[in-house]
């Protein structure tokens, strides 16, 4: 089990107390605790659980269904590309190779700085004009090995 | 009198770019002693023309799309700011376009 600080302990019993008195307050919590900490560390769950009258496998069931929580630390930026059907269809999986090789990681993977982890997402809803990357909020669409490489040095400070 | 210019500022045209075209026209523009009134406006759906520039005229708003930052000085060198209809991104008045006629 990970490691965790008594600043992390007390920042989570925070958000905790916090959501107290909300219905449904799992996944508000856990959103909190990655954008406070940077990701849910495993050893936080049983304080979620005993919290939410729950067991650990339950929390933990929770976590590991939604990609978007991590639990290990991630990289600076979040560098997302899109492989459902429309994406696809418009060549994002020559993307996702162009942008492997680029990082030189695969997917959920961090690049040797740090500064880039790499994720597959399935529809970022900008479909007419894929193919589409995220990093971290921006959105870029019609992307070609041009706009891939424009949209990293914009956002993630990466230069070719 | 400055001339005013419709960047659409929705999600689709944003992440083609519309935000840098919508900071770097203004200054372009004046540099060739033209004052541009950007107005930032919704998607009119017709994405694959996104970002989807128009120019007010006398006569209506004149479009051009798809546009990308790299377009800009030869649309201006167009005059487009006029609403010249020479450069190839033009797509003629905006009420004209045959998908938005049909509805």
């Known amino acids: ?160 | 009198m400055s001339i005013r210019v419709y960047v659409p500022s929705d999600s689709t045209a944003v992440s083609l770019g519309a935000n840098k075209i919508a900071s770097a026209l203004p200054v372009k523009a004046n540099a060739q002693g033209q004052a541009v009134d950007i107005v930032r406006n919704g998607s009119r759906g017709l994405f694959w023309l996104e970002p989807l520039l128009e120019v007010e005229t006398p006569q209506g708003r004149v479009a051009y799309g798809p546009v990308t930052l790299a377009d800009l000085d030869s649309l201006l060198k167009a005059d487009f700011l006029n609403g010249s209809q020479e450069h190839p991104l033009c797509q003629g008045f905006t009420e004209s376009i045959p998908y938005l006629q049909k509805q």
């Open chain 1, 1 to 160: 089990m990970s490691h965790i600080t008594d600043a992390q302990q007390q920042q989570i019993e925070q958000i905790l107390q916090a959501h107290r008195q909300q219905r449904g307050a799992l996944l508000p919590v856990l959103h909190a605790i990655q954008a406070q900490l940077d990701y849910i560390p495993p050893a936080a769950i049983p304080t979620i659980a005993a919290a939410f009258q729950q067991t650990a496998a339950e929390i933990h069931g929770v976590i590991s269904f939604y990609h978007q929580f991590r639990t290990e630390p991630g990289g600076q930026h979040r560098l997302q590309i899109c492989c459902a059907e429309a994406c696809q269809a418009r060549g994002s999986r020559h993307i996702e190779a162009y942008a492997k090789q680029r990082l030189g990681i695969d997917y959920h993977q961090q690049s040797a700085d740090g500064k880039v982890q790499l994720e597959v997402v399935y529809c970022l809803g900008n479909c007419a004009t894929g193919p589409n990357i995220r990093i971290d909020d921006h959105l870029v669409g019609r992307v070609d090995h041009a706009t891939f490489d424009r949209a990293l040095a914009q956002f993630a400070e990466v230069e070719a």
